[in-house]
């Protein structure tokens, strides 16, 4: 991501996951003042840079940590201890009852009703992974789900803490979703950073989530289209008095998300255009 208007959004999802409440979130906000170098962000925690062989991301990759996958926007990571974070990872859903393990159909990865809260929707998304995986749905119990309050135009946002059942025994998750807005075919996306760690180490592992989350960079082209509706509108042929413009996610839409989501800035830190008190 550019370092102004990528910068920005990252910033809103990293802090937005860390202001969830887990140990360590403090060193968010720290690495996201600084110049959002891999190798600096989260404190005294100490991070590789690592690119997407497709440059369509970075993180920070913690010592003795794995990617195993880096590519389209996301980056997925284990840790040695049988933690797993995933920044960027976007589900595609269609505006409909939730059917655990529907296939996937016309590039949607499920349906859901739009108008389910996050914590709903979280909850679906993980229980039709598990479905899919053929494993039995987990358990979700949330500790705390707060809203980040943002222009319309990025939907509903919100960060979480959750523990969860496992086969491999209790989990705990942490991080931040954002809902888009539904398009005008009936399909959202749903974009996330989540952290996962068995319940016996979580609280270990939370400062070094934070700060891979605080780490995460996008290009802000490609920022802009993940951020996208799914639908695209049809092609508009110019008229006489020029071409007309075809509506998407604009500077305003990502750099609040980045703000907001990614760097989970409090409202005393964002600008207004993303509903907070400084000015433009």
Known sequence: MQRIAGSKLQRILARAACGAVMLGCVL????????????????????????????????GVPAGW???????????????????????KTMIARNA???????????????????????????????????????PAPQVTFT?????PLPPSLGQCGR?????????GPMKIMGAICSLPLDSGGIYKNI????????????QDAPIASAVFSSYQIPAAML????????????VIPGPAGAIPIPGMDDTGADCFDLGVIRALPPSQLPQKCGGRLPN
């Open 28 to 59: 968010a906000p720290a690495a996201a003042q600084g110049n959002g170098s891999p190798a600096s962000a989260g404190g005294s925690v100490q991070l590789q840079p690592y690119t997407a062989p497709d440059n369509s991301a970075s993180a």
């Open 66 to 88: 794995n990617v195993t996958k880096g590519e389209q926007t996301v980056i997925q990571m284990t840790g040695p201890q049988g933690e797993t974070i995933f920044l960027g």
């Open 97 to 135: 009852p939730f059917q655990p393990g529907q296939p996937a159909t016309g590039g949607t990865d499920l349906s859901m009703p739009y108008s389910a809260s996050l914590a709903q929707k979280l909850t679906m998304i993980l229980d039709q992974g598990a479905a899919v995986s053929g494993k």
């Open 144 to 148: 705390s789900a707060t809203p980040i």
């Open 160 to 168: 979480f803490v959750a523990g969860i059942t496992n086969p491999a």
């Open 192 to 203: 996330m950073l989540l952290a996962q760690a068995p319940e016996a180490v979580a609280a």
């Open 224 to 235: 802009q289209r993940k951020l996208a509706p799914f639908t695209q509108p049809p092609i």
